[in-house]
């Protein structure tokens, strides 16, 4: 493998993980907070409104993440990054 063969790689793998992190962020928001399925799913199911609205709250930090986000890419992670 050459050097530019292997950065081209590194740049690919790099890509790779932002797009499954970037994805798994969003799922938790995705099954809580849009279309209300979830919530409508529990209710058929016969759950109470008090715990369909305390499992909302999953919701909250990713309604948040433009707060924090900026945080987390300002300040060095503790682990070590590629």
């Known amino acids: 493998m050459t050097a530019a063969n292997d950065g081209s790689l590194r740049q690919v793998r790099k890509m790779g993980s932002l797009l ?3 994805f798994a962020g969003g799922l938790p928001f995705l099954l809580t907070g849009t279309g ?5 799913w ?6 109470s409104d008090t715990v ?4 909302s709250l999953a919701a909250l930090p990713y309604s948040l993440k433009v707060f924090w986000a900026p945080l987390l890419d ?3 992670p503790p682990f070590p990054r590629a």
């Open 20 to 22: 499954m992190l970037g």
């Open 36 to 40: 209300r399925a979830l919530q409508a």
């Open 42 to 47: 529990l209710k058929t199911e016969g759950v």
């Open 52 to 55: 369909i609205g305390l499992f």
């Open 74 to 76: 300002r300040f060095i």
